[in-house]
């Protein structure tokens, strides 16, 4: 009998179930929106039930659309949006408030009255303070339910990232478990000493009984008994880690960028802890037995966003990919520059408070040159995250690998090779977060031997190979470091 791994990803605006196969192809894929809601001028909600069922609405879909049921599948792992916080009862399973999304603000009074342990925090966890992680969730949420406080100190209330929350409702209630990459992102976990740290739950006010066991990436973790009885979870991981994780970025200096709404580029340091003060962020990678990787990793905030941006306010075409079109149809920009700070810039920046410019206007400019600008500044914003993990490692990186939505554009991954002087590698299979979470679970249970294996059947589609010549690169550099300053300045 054929059997894969079903590969479990649950994303902010959608989840998606996948059968992989032995040689890392999908077999077939599933996918349903989830909502969000917005109920107060940066926050960011979702109802962990909806999560929960949207999970069994994928895998009942897979199945029944491909005619196969579980005894096809060999183990399950999953990856998941990252930070976002669940807190439920132990009594009945039911959450005790809505999920708290990564990117939602609410609690960001909480993160202002801390400063002061800035380095401490950062030094433990590899982190900057910031409502982005779940530790000032947890908080928030229980601050904001009756007795929240006393009901988690008597064990009444299970946290969880949404890995935690989908394990505990496949297994009937039975685990309790994150990951290191998950637990990594709670800024509660000391990535030196692979443990929740007292101290942290000290300044957090938080009691460790709330929290759930953390184990390796791939792991057996436990029985899905929900779906079916010996239906064995063999591995998770946080989506940006799953994905590194399926690009096959295995060997230190290894570097992956994704290019969705955001950007999100991590460069696997190996065993070694790197810190980096100039704006990226330490995170663990994955941990296999014993074997515990680290990545560097920095966020770019708009990245297909400001493609959206363009169809959606500018109104300039109708369809994200039509954009790849426009740019093609002039031979430059003309001297235009688009910063589309839109909600403040993120690495290596990290400014909250600037917003977006436009530069190099003339009656010449047309808009073709515009969309071509703002493609340009995707690349130039992850260029600005790769020259700080080369400047942290001493070295040039010789090549990018890229996933996400907005690689279907040869334009973009054009330009992103010749502005980085490096190489940009597509993989066969887009589906990187998926195929991370499959890896993990298949080196757990046995359906592929090891890494070597898993490297056999990594494919690549295409690469883009660097053409600019040095004097074009330096003067885009030049002119995009003036925009960047200028908007920043520009409060
Ligand atoms: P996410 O997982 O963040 O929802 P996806 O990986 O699905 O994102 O990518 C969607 C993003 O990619 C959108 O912001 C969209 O504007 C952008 N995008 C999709 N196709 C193209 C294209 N051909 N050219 C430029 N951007 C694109």
Redesign the pocket.
């Known amino acids: 009998m054929k059997k894969f791994i079903l590969a479990i990803d649950q994303?902010?605006?959608?989840t998606r179930a996948s059968l992989i196969d032995k040689e890392g192809n999908i077999f077939y894929k599933s996918q349903q929106e989830i909502k969000c809601s917005f109920p107060h001028d940066g926050w960011v909600e979702q109802d962990a039930i909806d999560v929960w069922l949207s999970l069994l609405n994928v895998v009942n879909d897979l199945l029944a659309k491909t005619n196969l049921n579980y005894s096809n599948i060999d183990s399950i792992g999953i990856t998941n949006q990252r930070e976002t916080t669940v807190i439920w009862s132990k009594l009945d399973g039911m959450p005790v408030y809505p999920a708290l999304v990564w990117q939602s603000r609410q609690s960001a009074y909480i993160c202002d009255g801390i400063k002061k342990y800035e380095t401490l925090v950062y030094d433990k966890t590899g982190l900057i303070i910031n409502p982005y992680f779940s530790a000032s969730k947890i908080r928030f949420i229980l601050d904001h339910i009756a007795d929240g406080q006393k009901r988690a100190e008597n064990g009444e209330l299970m946290f969880g990232t949404i890995d935690t929350w989908l394990m505990y409702k496949l297994s009937n209630g039975k685990i309790f478990k994150t990951d290191v990459t998950n637990a990594s992102r709670t800024m509660l976990f000391n990535i030196k000493t692979l443990n929740w740290d007292d101290e942290l739950l000290r300044i957090f006010n938080i009691p460790k009984i709330l929290l759930p066991k953390v184990c390796p990436s791939s792991h057996y973790f436990g029985d899905a008994t929900f779906l079916r009885k010996g239906l064995k979870i063999c591995g998770v991981a946080g989506d940006q880690q799953a994905a590194l994780f399926g690009q096959n970025c295995i060997n230190k200096g290894d570097i992956k960028s994704?290019?969705?709404?955001?950007c999100f580029v991590l460069m696997n340091t190996g065993n070694d802890i790197v810190f980096n003060k100039d704006g990226l962020i330490t995170t663990i990678a994955w941990q296999i037995g014993d074997d515990v990787h680290y990545a560097l990793e920095g966020s770019v905030f708009v990245?297909?966003?400001s493609?959206?941006w363009l169809?959606d306010q500018m109104r300039m075409f109708k369809d994200?990919?039509d954009?790849?079109a426009y740019a093609k149809a002039v031979d430059d920009t003309l001297g235009v520059y688009v910063v589309p700070a839109f909600v403040g810039l993120g690495a290596p920046y990290w400014d909250d408070d600037c917003r977006g410019a436009v530069f190099g206007l003339t009656r010449a400019t047309t808009k073709e040159h515009f969309i071509r600008a703002t493609?340009n500044s995707i690349a130039l914003q992850t260029k600005d995250v790769i020259e700080e993990m080369e400047k942290q490692s001493k070295k040039k990186i010789p090549s990018l690998r890229v996933d996400?939505?907005?690689t279907?554009?040869s334009y973009?991954m054009q330009f992103q090779a010749d502005i980085l002087g490096s190489k940009v590698i597509m993989p066969k299979n887009l589906e990187t977060t998926s195929l991370g979470a499959a890896y993990l679970s298949g080196l757990n249970s046995g359906y592929w031997k090891n890494i070597e294996e898993i490297n056999k059947v990594h494919k690549i589609d295409r690469e883009f190979i660097p053409r600019m010549t040095e004097e074009e690169k330096e003067e885009i550099n030049k002119k995009w470091k003036i925009a960047i300053k200028s908007t920043r300045m520009f409060k």
Do not use: F
Request: no cysteine; aromatic share 4%.
């Open positions: 994303g902010t605006t959608s994704t290019y969705g709404t955001g990245g297909g966003a493609i959206q169809r994200a990919k954009s790849e493609l996400g939505g907005a279907s554009n973009l």
